[in-house]
């Protein structure tokens, strides 16, 4: 079973950046795609961008498209997520969650098995 911990999070005024972390043990981390959510105040989580076990295939959803940058590093047992141009409406808990199912690059909720504790954004206006 892994274990995930994020960590980067924090306050940024609009348009600015932020690079999160999620460092993995417990497991294979290889095995895993991996995937980054958010959930804003008063709303459902939802699915940011995913990546592959292999780092081939990547998906964004259309809110960050261009603008956050999903990585990872196999040697590290780290998925990073780059986020350039932040808006308030970005501001959100971030969670990073693994998929151990082997059907590639997904996006609902449900199909991670494991998640993070989570790391605060809030973007200023």
């Known amino acids: 079973q892994v274990q995930l911990v994020e960590s980067g999070g924090g306050l940024v005024q609009a348009g600015g950046s932020l690079r999160l972390s999620c460092a993995a043990s417990?497991?294979?981390?290889?095995?895993?795609?991996m995937g980054w959510f958010r959930q804003a105040p008063g709303k459902e989580r939802e699915f940011v961008s995913a990546i592959s076990k292999s780092a081939r295939t990547t998906h964004a959803a259309d809110s960050v498209r261009g603008r956050f940058t999903i990585s990872r590093d196999n040697a590290r047992n780290t998925v990073y997520l780059q986020m350039n141009s932040l808006q308030p409406e970005d501001t959100a808990v971030y969670y990073c969650?693994?998929?151990?199912?082997?059907?590639?690059?997904?996006?609902?909720?449900?199909?991670?098995?494991?998640w993070g504790q989570g790391t605060q954004v809030t973007v200023s206006s």
């Open positions: 417990g497991g294979t981390f290889s095995r895993y795609a």
């Open positions: 969650a693994a998929d151990q199912s082997g059907l590639g690059v997904r996006t609902g909720v449900v199909e991670y098995a494991y």
